[in-house]
């Protein structure tokens, strides 16, 4: 794999990384406990009182909310967790080359995945 096309996958990789923490930014704050990790946030909404059910109401909306914004949050960490891993392997020298087996991961296969750790035959 020539150094050219390791750079352009690494700043396709670096601008999808920047994004990532761009759009978890928006749901979630950063673990200070742990590094990577991410906490969704949990959203408050502003109470309109115009019956008696309406704070539950609101209530179980802030929870649903929070509900999809802890499955984004998963989703998107994971990916940005995947895209790092790829930048280190960029870093130390063993980018393109499949974890399991050691073979170097096919280009089109890279193309379609920057961040592949993989060839096709041992991805999961």
């Known amino acids: 794999m020539d150094n050219a096309f390791i750079n352009e996958c690494k700043a ?26 991410w906490n969704a946030r949990f959203p ?9 059910s309406s704070g539950r109401e609101i209530e179980q909306d802030e929870i649903e909310e929070y509900e999809m914004r802890l499955a984004e949050e998963q989703s998107l960490e994971s990916r940005l967790l995947e895209v790092s891993k790829a930048l280190e392997r960029i870093q130390n020298g063993t980018y393109g080359t499949c974890k399991k087996c050691g073979k170097t991961i096919p280009i089109d296969r890279i193309k379609a995945n920057p961040a592949a750790e993989f060839d096709m035959e041992h991805a999961e």
């Open 12 to 37: 396709l990789l670096e601008k999808e990384r920047k994004l990532l923490a761009e759009e978890l930014t928006t749901i979630a704050d950063p673990d200070p406990a742990m590094k990577g990790d």
């Open 44 to 52: 408050k909404f502003e109470v309109v009182e115009t019956s008696s």
